[in-house]
Nanobody
Framework: QVQLVESGGGLVQAGGSLKLSCRASGGGFNIKSMRWHRQAPGKQRELVAALTSGDNIDYAESVRGRFTVSRDNAKNTMYLQMNSLEPEDTAVYYC??????????WGQGTQVTVSS
């Protein structure tokens, strides 16, 4: 049973920082890529950051320079360091992973709320 479990969300003031974690378990196969998406109320889910097995990294323009994605392969865990948070970053943040042979899986999401 594949599981992706996010943690680290919460309430923070504008200008503050949070670090999200996403731990993958149960896949039994190589993880080809991992990514963070977010969905704000009334908006479509959008890609925030993506990290491929070749360590290629891509960021949404709105977070570039403020967010940093990283991965600890030994722990099957991906992180998202979010600095200089803005109220517009308020959303549910979802972790996704693409596994070799078995496809894509998503976590349950973690709420990030940035107050002005």
């Amino acid at each position: 049973q594949v599981q992706l479990v996010e943690s680290g969300g919460g309430l923070v003031q504008a200008g503050g920082s949070l670090k999200l974690s996403c731990r993958a378990s149960g896949g039994g196969f190589n993880i080809k890529s991992m990514r963070w998406h977010r969905q704000a109320p009334g908006k479509q889910r959008e890609l925030v950051a993506a990290l491929t097995s070749g360590d290629n990294i891509d960021y949404a323009e709105s977070v570039r320079g403020r967010f940093t994605v990283s991965r600890d392969n030994a722990k099957n865990t991906m992180y998202l360091q979010m600095n200089s948070l803005e109220p517009e970053d308020t959303a549910v943040y979802y972790c996704g992973a693409s596994f070799q042979y078995i496809g894509d899986y998503w976590g349950q999401g973690t709420q990030v709320t940035v107050s002005s």
